[in-house]
């Protein structure tokens, strides 16, 4: 079992940064990969981004790619999704997962998830 815990969302206006961090509980943390992925209010959850195992291998959704940055810390059992150059069609509830494979992009492939954290752009 693995609980995750978002946190950093927040109100940014365009054009800045936020930092997402998903805190993991459990000693398993470096055998899942970690996924971000996205909900837009009227919309599906959409896949952002994903890092393998011991974060050597990422994978973007090609809307963020060049603008975010996934990473994590396997000693401090926390995912990092890093927002530069934030746009108003980010804002979404953004969520962290974990997956018991790499590179899955759909959210049938995660087995755990967080609550998500409310990241909304303003124009």
């Known amino acids: 079992q693995v609980q995750l815990v978002e946190s950093g969302g927040g109100l940014v206006e365009a054009g800045g940064s936020l930092r997402l961090s998903c805190a993991a509980s459990?000693?398993?943390?470096?055998?899942?990969?970690m996924g971000w992925f996205r909900q837009a209010p009227g919309k599906e959850r959409e896949f952002v981004a994903v890092?393998?195992?011991?974060?050597?291998?990422?994978r973007y959704a090609d809307s963020v790619k060049a603008r975010f940055t996934i990473s994590r810390d396997n000693a401090k059992n926390t995912a990092y999704l890093q927002m530069n150059s934030l746009k108003p069609e980010d804002t979404a509830v953004y969520y962290c997962a974990a997956s018991n494979m790499y590179g899955s992009t759909n959210d049938i492939g995660y087995n755990y998830w967080g609550q998500g954290t409310q990241v909304t752009v303003s124009s």
């Open positions: 459990g000693r398993t943390f470096s055998s899942y990969a």
């Open positions: 890092i393998s195992w011991g974060g050597g291998s990422t």
